[in-house]
C-alpha cells in the first residue's frame, strides 16, 4: 500500500487509512464471545465537569438531570486506576482527536481535542475471529435530547442519514507502529466503510458495527488483535456536522482500551 495513505489530512476526512471503498458487502456471524464494557463518561458523573453552554443545544436543559448510579452495573471489564493497568478501560483526555470548529465550513480548521457530550448510546463493535467477539459500549445522559438538535435527527432519522453522519475516529497511544500506520488517526465515516445495523427502542440506540462486511477492514482488525496485549488505543464517537448551525462537533462519548486480554472475554447466550 502506497505510503501516501498515511499522509495527515486537517481538512479532509476520511476511512481509516486501510480502508478503501471497495470494501467487501459479505456479511459474517457475529454470535459468540462478547466484550462487554461499561462506560459512563466523565461528563455523567456527579460533580466533576460541567456541561458547556454550547453543548446544551443538543439536550433538554427545561428537564431535570436524573441521577446515574452505575456501582451495580458490571462488565467483563473492570476500570483501570492508571495507564499502567492492562485488560481494563479508561476515560482519555481527547486530545489529540481532531474534530470540525465552529468555522469548519469558511476556514477549513479542525479542534485539536473536543468536550465530550454525554448520550444515551449502545456501542457494539462486532470482530470477526475464531469465536467471534463483541467490544459493548455503553454510554448514558442525565437529560433528554433537545427536539430539533443534530443528535435528536440522528437518534431518530433514517439508516441513511446515520450512515452519512455517524463517525469514529481511532488512536493507537501505544503500540507496534506497523498497527499505528495501518489504523492510523483520521476520522471514518462508519456507515460508508462498513455494514452498520440500529435499533432505536424506548429512551435508547444501540449500533452494530460489523467489522466483518469489510474485507479491508477485516485485515485490519486481524493485524490489531495479533498485538492487542501490547496495545492502548483510543476511540472516539461522534455525529458529522455539515451545516453552520451544527457546528462545532462534539465527542459523544469515548474510551481507552488498555492492553486488552482476549481471555478475559465471557461466554454470550
Given at each position: 500500500?502506497?505510503?501516501?495513505?498515511?499522509?495527515?489530512?486537517?481538512?479532509?476526512?476520511?476511512?481509516?487509512?486501510?480502508?478503501?471503498?471497495?470494501?467487501?458487502?459479505?456479511?459474517?456471524?457475529?454470535?459468540?464471545?462478547?466484550?462487554?464494557?461499561?462506560?459512563?463518561s466523565e461528563d455523567t458523573a456527579p460533580n466533576k465537569i460541567s456541561v458547556a453552554p454550547e453543548i446544551i443545544k443538543e439536550l433538554d436543559t427545561t428537564v431535570d438531570p436524573v441521577p446515574l448510579d452505575v456501582s451495580?452495573?458490571?462488565?467483563?471489564?473492570?476500570?483501570?486506576?492508571?495507564?499502567?493497568?492492562?485488560?481494563?478501560?479508561?476515560?482519555?483526555?481527547?486530545?489529540?482527536?481532531?474534530?470540525?470548529?465552529?468555522?469548519?465550513?469558511?476556514?477549513?480548521?479542525?479542534?485539536?481535542?473536543?468536550?465530550?457530550?454525554?448520550?444515551?448510546?449502545?456501542?457494539?463493535?462486532?470482530?470477526?475471529?475464531?469465536?467471534?467477539?463483541?467490544?459493548?459500549?455503553?454510554?448514558?445522559?442525565?437529560?433528554?435530547?433537545?427536539?430539533?438538535?443534530?443528535?435528536?435527527?440522528?437518534?431518530?432519522?433514517?439508516?441513511?442519514?446515520?450512515?452519512?453522519?455517524?463517525?469514529l475516529i481511532p488512536s493507537i497511544v501505544e503500540g507496534y507502529w506497523m498497527v499505528k500506520r495501518a489504523v492510523g488517526t483520521k476520522a471514518c465515516l462508519l456507515g460508508k466503510a462498513v455494514t452498520c445495523k440500529y435499533?432505536?427502542?424506548?429512551?435508547?440506540?444501540?449500533?452494530?458495527?460489523?467489522?466483518?462486511?469489510?474485507?479491508?477492514?477485516?485485515?485490519?482488525?486481524?493485524?490489531?488483535?495479533?498485538?492487542?496485549?501490547?496495545?492502548?488505543?483510543?476511540?472516539?464517537?461522534?455525529?458529522?456536522?455539515?451545516?453552520?448551525?451544527?457546528?462545532?462537533?462534539?465527542?459523544?462519548?469515548?474510551?481507552?482500551?488498555?492492553?486488552?486480554?482476549?481471555?478475559?472475554?465471557?461466554?454470550?447466550?
Amino acid at each position: 500500500m502506497s505510503s501516501a495513505k498515511y499522509e495527515e489530512d486537517d481538512v479532509q476526512d476520511e476511512f481509516y487509512d486501510a480502508i478503501t471503498k471497495d470494501s467487501s458487502d459479505e456479511e459474517s456471524d457475529h454470535e459468540g464471545r462478547k466484550l462487554k464494557q461499561n462506560n459512563a463518561s466523565e461528563d455523567t458523573a456527579p460533580n466533576k465537569i460541567s456541561v458547556a453552554p454550547e453543548i446544551i443545544k443538543e439536550l433538554d436543559t427545561t428537564v431535570d438531570p436524573v441521577p446515574l448510579d452505575v456501582s451495580g452495573v458490571h462488565g467483563s471489564l473492570s476500570k483501570g486506576k492508571d495507564e499502567k493497568d492492562t485488560d481494563c478501560w479508561t476515560c482519555p483526555s481527547c486530545e489529540g482527536f481532531k474534530i470540525r470548529g465552529k468555522s469548519y465550513l469558511k476556514d477549513n480548521q479542525k479542534l485539536e481535542e473536543g468536550k465530550k457530550l454525554p448520550f444515551i448510546l449502545v456501542f457494539n463493535l462486532q470482530v470477526p475471529a475464531k469465536p467471534n467477539y463483541s467490544l459493548v459500549l455503553y454510554y448514558a445522559s442525565e437529560r433528554p435530547i433537545k427536539e430539533d438538535s443534530l443528535l435528536a435527527k440522528f437518534v431518530d432519522g433514517t439508516d441513511a442519514f446515520r450512515d452519512s453522519r455517524f463517525k469514529l475516529i481511532p488512536s493507537i497511544v501505544e503500540g507496534y507502529w506497523m498497527v499505528k500506520r495501518a489504523v492510523g488517526t483520521k476520522a471514518c465515516l462508519l456507515g460508508k466503510a462498513v455494514t452498520c445495523k440500529y435499533h432505536r427502542q424506548d429512551n435508547f440506540l444501540e449500533i452494530d458495527l460489523d467489522i466483518g462486511s469489510s474485507s479491508v477492514a477485516r485485515r485490519v482488525i486481524g493485524l490489531v488483535m495479533g498485538y492487542v496485549t501490547s496495545l492502548v488505543v483510543d476511540l472516539a464517537i461522534l455525529i458529522e456536522a455539515k451545516e453552520d448551525e451544527e457546528l462545532p462537533e462534539y465527542i459523544l462519548g469515548a474510551v481507552r482500551l488498555n492492553r486488552l486480554s482476549i481471555e478475559s472475554a465471557v461466554s454470550w447466550e
